[in-house]
């Protein structure tokens, strides 16, 4: 139980264009998801928190307007890239918490690589 | 200062070993411990969660909390070749918001 996932696991894209990318909680509801950005050899870095129904929390530093989170269902969150730069390259992994759950017990998905060239 | 600082290894131990992976951090506040393991293009996956200070066991793993020095373990005994992966702490006030180290990189060498 408590399977994550992400699509696409790998995506490569021109500079200037916009890519977006899902998680799904497979087998629970989620009610908080978390959006998190890992570049090489670095830690996990929250971008975003977002709960179903209400516009996501951004971690300072991150531009809203470029990583447009949608939380529309228990389920289904997605992060949209818009006009991706190559320095937006980077893992891009999103985590849920379960309905209910313990706060602390954050279930991780794949991961999506983005290449912008 | 990081909030949390990680050796990044890489470290290499035979199979059978114990392996000792560590983190600091900086802030007292803290009270939720987690070591996540994350295989090659794969997201963490949790394996110990510790509230406050103290030890936790599981199977092989051990955690163990210091508080008053800002410093937790994670040890692996009889270390196998399937346990070679990067190993993240993490950690959080209120049990929401993490705050990650920046993984070990662990190798078991058959």
């Known amino acids: 139980g408590a399977v994550v996932s992400q699509h696409p696991s790998w995506v490569i894209c021109k500079s200037g264009t916009s890519v977006k990318i899902e998680c799904r909680s497979l087998d629970f509801q989620a009610t908080t998801m978390f959006w998190y950005r890992q570049f090489p050899k670095q830690s996990l870095m929250l971008m975003a928190t977002?709960?179903?129904?209400?516009?996501?929390?951004?971690e300072q530093g991150v531009e809203k307007d470029k990583f447009l989170i949608n939380h529309a269902s228990l389920t289904l969150s997605t992060l949209t890239v818009t006009s991706a730069h190559p320095e937006d390259s980077s893992f891009y992994i999103c985590?849920?918490?379960?309905?209910?759950?313990?706060?602390?017990?954050?279930?991780f998905g794949p991961g999506t690589r983005l290449t912008v060239t | 200062q990081k909030e949390v600082e990680q050796d990044p290894g890489p470290l290499s131990v035979p199979e059978g070993a114990i392996v000792s992976l560590n983190c600091t951090y900086s802030n007292s506040a803290f009270q939720y411990f987690m070591w996540y393991r994350q295989y090659s293009r794969k997201g963490p996956e949790l394996l110990m969660y510790t509230y406050s200070s103290g030890n936790k066991e599981d199977g092989r793993f051990t955690a163990q909390v210091d508080k008053s020095s800002k410093y937790i373990s994670l040890f692996i005994r009889d270390s196998q070749p399937s346990d070679s992966a990067t190993y993240l702490c993490?950690?959080?006030?209120?049990?929401?918001?993490?705050?990650f180290g920046t993984g070990t990189s662990l190798t078991v060498i058959p």
């Open positions: 977002s709960n179903e129904g209400s516009k996501a929390t951004y």
């Open positions: 993490a950690m959080s006030v209120s049990g929401n918001q993490f705050y």
């Open positions: 985590s849920a918490g379960a309905a209910g759950g313990l706060s602390y017990e954050q279930y």
